[in-house]
């Protein structure tokens, strides 16, 4: 099966559910169809509909004042087609451009990848509205393959580099995902800095060529785009805040559905050859070494169709920046998180040694694969610097779609409601410090507490209470900047750790000498 026979039929939607401590709130409601979001480094976020073609933004939590922002022009809709990824220029707001990956119907069957210009409010000095001029559309390119109804991969997002990065189904073709050269089943990485201000395109494909690709070599032009191939949809993909690596949900056919690792050095993921683990189709033509995918779920269990869906790679360094939600725990730094859209669960990946596997499950977890259930529909997935995922819930098409995220509390929430909660940890003061660090915690309760320091990889640095009782109320917590032997830690990154009453709160520490 594709990623769906036709993404307007929605699947029923269940009541989601979350470990002890997570729940699941409402941020904006009454969308059309929402497939892709992305996020402007001052908070507001664009969310795009995918059968309208429409960009809505939402702006402290509702929709923008300008609603829409524009509707993308000469789209394809229907089934898997239509507006379908949106990125924003990492030099915002000096460079207001967004860019676009959508079918288009001029040229026909093509897909295209567009810049638009953004105006408005552009530094959020005021109601932070903006607009799109559609006649600012500058074209990067205009013929990537788009013969099937299917298969359009669809996400775009800029990397840790800068580079603009794209992903391209096989268009129902499998064996082209071989053909590093057609544009069919791949990852494309993109230098966008190199392109005029003004509307028009596309360019000649070496202006859009980073000199560091890894076939730049390559006597086709349009294979040293491309950075990674031998994928059959990957329909969304995430980047690691940590290293800038690729991690890939690649949508299976007939017996798994994968997750692929792309660090950046030209890799082949072996569609149709392998579908996850098994041989599939060995009558393609393959050259060089096939990657195997880190992680897989058989669907031939599931019944009907199956899609992967790639979540965000929980960064171990989020900034709380709002009360009303809290970094997850510090064993969930580094984690990454995929759904199914047809099936809703939510599952979380962990790094043990040199290899990825399921995290061990935690108190609350629906079941022992399972650390969310209910999350049918979700077509995208974005962490935000709060400490919370937010989501894109199609629903049906006609104003059901929602955006929703997941709020570490330290409570347990019924119906998307946090209870009072067991424990609540401020803010370290001051940040960043030369010296002592201080900064206060609540319980609700009276129970044991545990208070760590941790360094980026986890590792243990100062024990400062160990299963301490206190009662309910205020207590300080002080950090001398030494470590368990008396000797001062070194500048730089460091995670305070609370725990108290089964649950437990991270907060960042930063250390300069």
């Known amino acids: 099966m594709p990623l769906a026979a036709s993404l307007a039929v ?12 997570f729940v699941d709130q409402p941020v904006v409601a009454g969308l059309d169809f929402p497939v892709g979001m992305a996020r402007l480094p001052d908070g507001r976020v664009f969310v795009i509909e995918q059968l309208s073609a429409k960009v809505r933004l939402i702006v402290n939590g509702a929709l923008s004042s300008t609603d829409p922002v524009c509707t993308i022009d000469q789209v394809v809709s229907g089934g898997e087609q239509g507006l379908l990824g949106i990125a924003v220029d990492p030099g915002w707001p000096a460079r207001p451009y967004v860019y676009v990956h959508c079918d288009a119907s001029v040229p026909g069957h093509t897909i295209r990848i567009s810049r638009y210009t953004v105006t408005g409010d552009l530094s959020f000095s005021g109601n932070g509205a903006l607009a799109i001029d559609v006649a600012s559309r500058r074209d990067l390119i205009t013929d990537l393959p788009d013969a099937a109804g299917n298969h359009n991969g669809g996400t775009l997002r800029f990397g840790l580099d800068g580079r603009l990065y794209d992903s391209m189904g096989e268009d129902a073709q499998s064996c082209l995902a071989q053909d590093d050269s057609t544009g069919h089943g791949v990852i494309l990485r993109l230098d966008v800095s190199r392109l005029p201000s003004t509307p ?8 859009i060529t980073p000199g560091d690709n890894p076939q730049i070599g390559a006597s086709n032009l349009k294979r040293r785009l491309i950075e990674a191939w031998g994928l059959r949809n990957p329909f969304r993909f995430q980047i690691d805040p940590a290293s800038g690596a690729r991690f890939i949900g690649d949508v299976g056919q007939s017996a798994f559905e994968e997750i692929d690792f792309d660090p950046g050095n030209g890799r082949d993921f072996g569609w149709p050859y392998f579908e ?5 189709d060995a009558s393609c033509d393959t050259s060089g070494t096939l990657s195997a995918p880190i992680a897989w779920y058989d669907r031939t269990n599931l019944g009907g169709s199956a899609a992967v869906i790639m979540g965000p790679v929980y960064p171990a360094n989020p900034l709380p920046v709002t009360p009303a939600a809290a970094t997850f725990p510090i064993e969930y730094a580094g984690d990454a998180f995929f759904s199914d859209y047809y099936h809703g669960f939510l599952r979380r990946l962990h790094f043990s040694g040199s290899s990825w596997a399921l995290a061990a499950p935690v108190p609350g977890q629906p079941s022992p694969t399972d650390w969310g259930q209910g999350f049918d529909g979700v077509s995208d997935y974005l962490f935000v610097p709060d400490g919370s995922i937010w989501y894109c819930q199609q629903g049906a098409s006609g104003g059901a779609g929602e955006i929703r995220r997941i709020v570490f509390t330290g409570s347990t929430g019924v119906g998307g409601q946090p209870s009072t909660p067991v424990l609540t940890v401020g803010s370290p003061f001051p940040q960043p410090s030369n010296g002592p660090v201080t900064l206060q915690y609540s319980l609700a309760i009276s129970t044991p507490v545990k208070a760590t320091i941790h360094d980026l990889r986890g ?5 400062l209470e160990s299963d301490v009782v206190h ?23 460091y995670f305070l750790r609370v725990e108290a009453g089964g649950l437990s709160q991270s907060r960042r520490i930063v250390l300069v000498r």
Do not use: C, K, Y
């Not at 028009?200 to 202006?207: I, K, R």
């Open 10 to 21: 929605s699947p029923g939607l269940a009541q989601t559910m979350l470990p002890t401590g």
């Open 200 to 207: 028009g395109g596309p360019p000649t494909l070496d202006v």
């Open 276 to 280: 996850g683990p098994a041989i599939l």
């Open 459 to 463: 590792r243990l640095i100062r024990t």
């Open 471 to 493: 009662g309910p109320g205020d207590h300080p917590l002080i950090w001398d900047g030494l470590d368990d032997r008396g000797r001062g830690a070194r500048a730089g990154f």
